[in-house]
């Protein structure tokens, strides 16, 4: 069987989501080291971890009960086709695999797309990132549904016989493979498309270089995830090319393998960037965190939707400031929050000794 056999298969159904959840668990403490409340982002990828643990439960007990891992059974071989409880199993498990990943891929991507839109700005940048976030609820949901009804009402002749297929009007296997590499090259271009997303704006910020590259760096650990993706998607194209009953659990067992290293990287790549608060130990890591936060806050609090050339004066007030944001401002985190239109300054708040910042404050940026 290769790489995804048995044993290779339980490891990864275990350590990739537990991997997974320990991100998702270190990205809720960072929230509430910050003292700030839980935004639809996170909410997003705490259901995908959910999912992906799933997957995980799924995969293990399969290849526990050698229905996955495992040489296809002699029916499959020699073109009987007798079903069995094995294959049964097989089948309700890669139904299962894509009723999981469809909604935890698209949760993990608009989780991304929403937590770009809390520290980036300018009218361009919303209107892609709104109209990506559009396409990845439309493809979630359209595929999920597809998935469901494969055979449409008639649920047990997913994994029945295959004249129970062909009397629910089941994909036959042309079918499916269509629909597995469309599904699987559709993933690939929104996952290239939002990590590519950001990165114009990266290289406008007043930061040197190196701060350039390590915050690139951060937005681009996705692209382990995306490599998962691609090789995914190279095996649906292999597997349409092959007899497909000969190679039925071997495609199954190599399809979730690679799908759960896919997903769990993902949630991880999207809880990093949120990780500065618990770096304060490490002094130079931390320092890059916080002044990249602080550079991005800065410098896209009230962008238009292009940076012309030149000189540039911003200007922010309080509707400019996502209030649910700290900053980092002299040593500490600083809240700005909004207060009446009488009050003339923003008050911070933090437990060290209180600091007062003017209402409105003037940046000088150079583009």
């Known amino acids: 069987?290769?790489?995804?056999?048995?044993?290779?298969?339980?490891?990864?159904?275990?350590?990739?989501?537990?991997?997974?959840?320990?991100?998702?668990?270190?990205?809720?403490?960072?929230?509430?080291?910050?003292?700030?409340?839980?935004?639809?982002?996170?909410?997003?990828?705490?259901?995908?971890?959910?999912?992906?643990?799933?997957?995980?439960?799924?995969?293990?007990?399969g290849a526990a009960n050698d229905s996955l891992g495992t040489s296809s059974p002699p029916s499959y071989t020699d073109g009987t086709f007798e079903l069995t409880p094995q294959i049964a199993r097989a089948d309700q498990i890669q139904w299962a695999k894509g009723l999981l990943e469809k909604p935890a891929l698209a949760l993990i991507k608009l989780s991304i797309l929403i937590f770009y839109k809390g520290i980036f700005s300018g009218r361009c940048f919303n209107l892609t990132s709104t109209v990506l976030a559009g396409i990845v609820v439309v493809w979630g949901i359209a595929f999920f549904f597809t998935t469901l009804f494969r055979c449409r009402t008639g649920f047990s002749a997913i994994w029945g016989t295959l004249d129970e297929q062909r009397a629910n009007h089941c994909f036959n296997s042309t079918e499916a493979s269509a629909y597995s590499i469309i599904f699987a090259l559709s993933d690939f271009a929104t996952d290239v498309s939002i990590l590519c997303l950001p990165i114009p704006i990266i290289w406008r910020l007043d930061l040197s270089k190196s701060r350039k590259y390590a915050l690139a760096c951060i937005f681009f650990l996705g692209a382990t995830a995306i490599g998962a993706g691609a090789v995914r998607l190279g095996l649906y194209i292999y597997y349409s090319h092959q007899e497909v009953a000969s190679e039925k659990f071997g495609e199954i067992s190599a399809i979730i393998f690679w799908s759960i290293f896919e997903q769990s990287l993902a949630t991880m790549a999207a809880c990093i960037p949120t990780f500065g608060p618990l770096l304060q130990r490490w002094d130079k890591a931390s320092e890059l965190f916080r002044d990249i936060e602080t550079e991005i806050t800065l410098s896209t609090a009230s962008w238009p939707g292009t940076l012309s050339r030149g000189r540039s004066?911003?200007?922010?007030?309080?509707?400019?400031?996502?209030?649910?944001?700290?900053?980092?401002?002299?040593?500490?985190?600083?809240?700005?929050?909004?207060?009446?239109?009488?009050?003339?300054?923003?008050?911070?708040?933090?437990?060290?000794?209180?600091?007062?910042?003017?209402?409105?404050?003037?940046?000088?940026?150079?583009?």
Do not use: C
């Open 313 to 367: 004066r911003t200007r922010y007030d309080e509707n400019s400031i996502n209030s649910d944001k700290p900053i980092w401002r002299n040593g500490v985190w600083t809240y700005f929050s909004r207060r009446s239109s009488s009050a003339s300054q923003h008050e911070t708040r933090h437990p060290t000794p209180e600091i007062m910042v003017q209402r409105d404050v003037s940046v000088e940026t150079y583009v």
């Open 1 to 61: 069987m290769g790489y995804a056999n048995q044993r290779s298969l339980i490891a990864v159904g275990v350590i990739f989501p537990s991997l997974a959840s320990l991100a998702v668990g270190s990205r809720l403490y960072a929230r509430r080291l910050l003292r700030v409340r839980l935004t639809p982002d996170d909410y997003m990828i705490f259901a995908a971890m959910l999912l992906v643990i799933g997957l995980g439960i799924a995969t293990t007990t």
